[in-house]
């Protein structure tokens, strides 16, 4: 779908950047949401929280929310007066491995969990594995998790009967209120052990 507008605002946060532009329809304004990668990939691809503001004349081309609400996700995001294509982002290479440190410990000796003094923590690009799959299992995947087919969810993994029906319930919704697809935070158990 493609939009044309003007910016009204911007919220240039974590975990992904959104900002908000009013489409003229005749004599109808119609604000629309729309949404880009995260702070972090915008950064290292060399855009700023001002590259893009209010007021500016923009053409937007993107996916449509599949909820018929009036949100987008931006594929292309022009700005008018330059015909400049801004927010645009470099594909991040999977760095190489690395041999495993110790184990990161607290001055008392317990084990700390989260990244060594010093690291920075909270980006999970490139995680071992999106889906819990018992090995051998054939099941497709994107890699945010998404199924490519629902009649999948009893071949994913061994789950209890509560744990399957919340996973199907959020394969069905197109992990509209998973956590580790909405908010970047990692479930408790299983899942948590698959970010490095």
């Known amino acids: 779908m493609t939009l044309r507008g003007t910016v009204t605002k911007i919220d240039w946060l974590n975990p992904h950047v959104h900002f908000f532009m009013n489409v003229g329809d005749g004599d109808k304004v119609t604000n629309w949401a729309v ?25 937007v081309q993107g996916i449509a929310a599949r909820n018929g609400s009036k949100q987008v996700w931006g594929n292309s995001v022009v700005i008018g007066s330059t015909g400049k294509r801004v ?31 010093g690291q920075v923590m909270g980006y999970w690009a490139f995680p071992s594995a999106a889906t819990l799959i018992e090995q051998g299992v ?5 890699r945010y ?3 490519r087919s629902i009649a999948d969810v009893d071949r994913v993994a061994p789950f209890r009967r509560w744990a399957r029906d919340l996973y199907e319930l959020r ?18 158990g299983p899942r948590m052990f698959q970010v490095p």
């Open 35 to 59: 949404e880009l990668e995260s702070v972090v990939d915008l950064r290292s691809s060399g855009w700023r929280h001002d590259t893009l503001k209010v007021g500016d004349a923009i053409t």
């Open 138 to 142: 054939n099941v497709q995947a994107d």
């Open 87 to 117: 927010f645009t982002v470099t594909a991040a290479q999977p760095p190489a491995n690395q041999p495993a440190g110790p184990t990161p410990r607290w001055p008392g000796g317990q084990p700390r969990l989260g990244p060594p003094p």
């Open 171 to 188: 394969q069905r919704n197109f992990l509209k209120d998973d956590p580790m697809f909405i908010y970047c935070k990692p479930q408790a």
């Open 145 to 147: 998790g998404l199924l």
